[in-house]
Nanobody, 118 residues
Framework: QVQLVESGGGLVQAGGSLRLSCAAS????????MGWYRQAPGKQRELVAT??????????NYADSVRGRFTISRDSAKNTVYLQMNSLKPEDTAVYYC?????????WGEGTLVTVSS
C-alpha cells in the first residue's frame, strides 16, 4: 500500500503563487510516476503534471493549460513531490489530487483545495 498526504492548498489572488506538496509513504517502488490531477466544480478530473522516475533519469509531462506556469519536482530522499504554481488564474481553482503509480499499485491522495480569486 502507498499513502499520499497533500498540503499547501489555500486561497490566493490571481497572479499569485502557491506550492503544493505530496508526501508518499508505504511500499514505494523506485521506478514510479507521481503527479498531480485537478478537478474543478462541475468538471472532470484532469491531468496537471506528472514526473516519471527511472533508475537514472526522470521525465515530466504537463497539461497545455499550465505549461510554463507550473513546475513539478520531487525529492526522492523524502518521497515527496511538489507542484510550484505561479501566475495563478481563477480557472486554476480546483481540488488538486496527488497520484502515485508503480508496478501493480496506484494511489490517490485526499486532495487539497486551491482557490484563485480574481
Amino acid at each position: 500500500q502507498v499513502q499520499l498526504v497533500e498540503s499547501g492548498g489555500g486561497l490566493v489572488q490571481a497572479g499569485g503563487s502557491l506550492r503544493l506538496s505530496c508526501a508518499a509513504s508505504g511500499s514505494i517502488f523506485r521506478i514510479n510516476t507521481m503527479g498531480w490531477y485537478r478537478q474543478a466544480p462541475g468538471k472532470q478530473r484532469e491531468l496537471v503534471a506528472t514526473m516519471s522516475t527511472m533508475s537514472t533519469f526522470s521525465s515530466t509531462n504537463y497539461a497545455d493549460s499550465v505549461r510554463g506556469r507550473f513546475t513539478i519536482s520531487r525529492d526522492s530522499a523524502k518521497n515527496t513531490v511538489y507542484l510550484q504554481m505561479n501566475s495563478l488564474k481563477p480557472e486554476d481553482t480546483a481540488v488538486y489530487y496527488c497520484t502515485y503509480s508503480g508496478p501493480g499499485m496506484n494511489a490517490w491522495g485526499e486532495g487539497t483545495l486551491v482557490t484563485v480569486s480574481s
